[in-house]
């Protein structure tokens, strides 16, 4: 079944680079009126066909391979220097033209997003993803998968002690002789490293009271993991306990799962995004989903790109600096796209971009609990 639906999103994520790479629109060529298509034998107009849309210029050079693989992400001829910028400093007026019909000045919103998601995979492969949280969360995953297998084993020994314990027909000598066993699992736990084994009783107890909250994420993921671990948390739901199983047994390939289904599954973030752009224009009947599907592929191609300027300059003693501008520029690059693309006024793009700084939190929130439901069920 996991296999399945990794397969689904690999397929999807191939079938939108496919789909990105368009025919071109508006570009000109050498003189080919007269001659033949290469494909279906009707004879040319233009550098294009105009029955079959097959070029005219069929490259058979080693060098062609290079450029077809570039021009296919690209569309290099100008378009790339047309789209950057404009998608740096003026999202707006990008989004609003491209919308408008200059498409073919520009690298379309799937071809650009497929290409950002492909760079940060690349570069994250390359070079890590740093330190900080993802650094933190390998290392706890890490010593989870170190400490679950020797903690499941004694938590196993200590509730069949307890169950012996529980019998009412057991004699003096045979429960002192159970709670010394049950004293040397406990003290076995402690030279182990492991956390305490705890009775049913204490893992009722804690599982109504809940995990504590705390300020630092790492460890909040990290207490709340082990606070599952060690208390046996019981949803009711047999395929959600099965996954939440198996993370616990393996918290390193679930985290290495979640990390390839974020490449995976990276087009998900498009449809989940676009309820919440609709929430921003209720009921207008100036925009369409077309235009929010614009805005959002843009959009997220430009965080993508920016993660990875960031983190390449992580590797240099600039990249504390890139982080606090990064973080500073991204709520005022929302603003302007939200301005010039939708033209609304300077008011009503404030409170527009304050709202989508929610809901971008709300989507990513959505996306890695697909990520989570994903990784859990393989």
Same mark, same amino acid.
């Given at each position: 079944?996991?296999?399945?639906?990794?397969?689904?999103?690999?397929?999807?994520?191939?079938?939108?680079?496919?789909?990105?790479?368009?025919?071109?629109?508006?570009?000109?060529?050498?003189?080919?009126?007269?001659?033949?298509?290469?494909?279906?034998?009707?004879?040319?107009?233009?550098?294009?066909?105009?029955?079959?849309?097959?070029?005219?210029?069929?490259?058979?050079?080693?060098?062609?391979?290079?450029?077809?693989?570039?021009?296919?992400?690209?569309?290099?001829?100008?378009?790339?220097?047309?789209?950057?910028?404009?998608?740096?400093?003026?999202?707006?007026?990008?989004?609003?033209?491209?919308?408008?019909?200059?498409?073919?000045?520009?690298?379309?919103?799937?071809?650009?997003?497929?290409?950002?998601?492909?760079?940060?995979?690349?570069?994250?492969?390359?070079?890590?993803?740093?330190?900080?949280?993802?650094?933190?969360?390998?290392?706890?995953?890490?010593?989870?998968?170190?400490?679950?297998?020797?903690?499941?084993?004694?938590?196993?020994?200590?509730?069949?002690?307890?169950?012996?314990?529980?019998?009412?027909?057991?004699?003096?000598?045979?429960?002192?002789?159970?709670?010394?066993?049950?004293?040397?699992?406990?003290?076995?736990?402690?030279?182990?490293?492991?956390?305490?084994?705890?009775?049913?009783?204490?893992?009722?107890?804690?599982?109504?009271?809940?995990?504590?909250?705390?300020?630092?994420?790492?460890?909040?993921?990290?207490?709340?993991?082990?606070?599952?671990?060690?208390?046996?948390?019981?949803?009711?739901?047999?395929?959600?306990?099965?996954?939440?199983?198996?993370?616990?047994?393996?918290?390193?390939?679930?985290?290495?799962?979640?990390? #390839?289904?974020?490449?995976?599954? *990276?087009? +998900? !973030?498009?449809?989940? &995004? %676009?309820?919440?752009?609709?929430? =921003? /224009?209720?009921?207008?009947?100036?925009?369409?989903?077309?235009?929010?599907?614009?805005?959002?592929?843009?959009?997220?191609?430009?965080?993508?790109?920016?993660?990875?300027?960031?983190?390449?300059?992580?590797?240099?003693?600039?990249?504390?600096?890139?982080?606090?501008?990064?973080?500073?520029?991204?709520?005022?690059?929302?603003?302007?796209?939200?301005?010039? #693309?939708?033209?609304?006024?300077? *008011?009503? +793009? !404030?409170?527009?971009? &304050? %709202?989508?700084?929610?809901?971008? =939190? /709300?989507?990513?929130?959505?996306?890695?609990?697909?990520?989570?439901?994903?990784?859990?069920?393989?």
């Amino acid at each position: 079944m996991s296999g399945d639906i990794e397969g689904i999103g690999a397929a999807v994520t191939a079938g939108l680079a496919a789909r990105a790479v368009e025919s071109h629109r508006g570009e000109g060529g050498p003189g080919y009126a007269g001659t033949r298509c290469l494909n279906c034998g009707t004879v040319l107009a233009g550098s294009h066909c105009h029955h079959c849309g097959q070029r005219a210029d069929v490259h058979r050079s080693f060098a062609a391979i290079g450029h077809d693989l570039v021009h296919a992400i690209f569309h290099f001829e100008g378009k790339l220097w047309n789209t950057l910028p404009l998608l740096a400093w003026r999202p707006g007026d990008l989004t609003r033209r491209y919308i408008h019909g200059e498409r073919a000045s520009f690298i379309s919103p799937l071809a650009l997003f497929l290409f950002a998601v492909f760079l940060t995979y690349a570069v994250l492969t390359a070079v890590g993803a740093g330190g900080g949280l993802g650094e933190e969360l390998n290392k706890a995953a890490a010593e989870q998968t170190r400490t679950n297998a020797v903690k499941s084993s004694l938590q196993d020994e200590v509730d069949r002690v307890d169950a012996r314990l529980a019998s009412k027909n057991l004699s003096a000598d045979d429960r002192r002789k159970l709670l010394d066993e049950r004293e040397t699992l406990q003290k076995s736990a402690d030279y182990l490293g492991v956390a305490r084994s705890r009775s049913k009783a204490e893992r009722e107890a804690a599982r109504a009271e809940g995990p504590p909250v705390l300020a630092d994420p790492v460890e909040q993921v990290t207490t709340s993991a082990q606070f599952v671990a060690v208390n046996k948390v019981d949803t009711g739901v047999p395929f959600i306990d099965h996954g939440i199983k198996k993370a616990l047994a393996n918290p390193g390939l679930i985290l290495y799962k979640l990390q #390839a289904n974020a490449y995976k599954f *990276a087009w +998900a !973030l498009i449809p989940l &995004s %676009l309820p919440f752009m609709w929430l =921003l /224009f209720p009921f207008s009947r100036r925009f369409h989903t077309y235009d929010h599907f614009v805005f959002v592929t843009y959009s997220i191609s430009f965080v993508l790109l920016l993660f990875v300027v960031v983190r390449l300059l992580n590797l240099t003693i600039f990249g504390e600096l890139a982080t606090f501008f990064a973080m500073l520029y991204m709520p005022f690059h929302m603003y302007r796209q939200l301005r010039g #693309a939708y033209r609304s006024s300077r *008011a009503g +793009a !404030l409170v527009r971009t &304050s %709202l989508l700084l929610l809901f971008s =939190l /709300f989507a990513m929130i959505a996306f890695l609990l697909l990520l989570l439901t994903l990784g859990a069920m393989g």
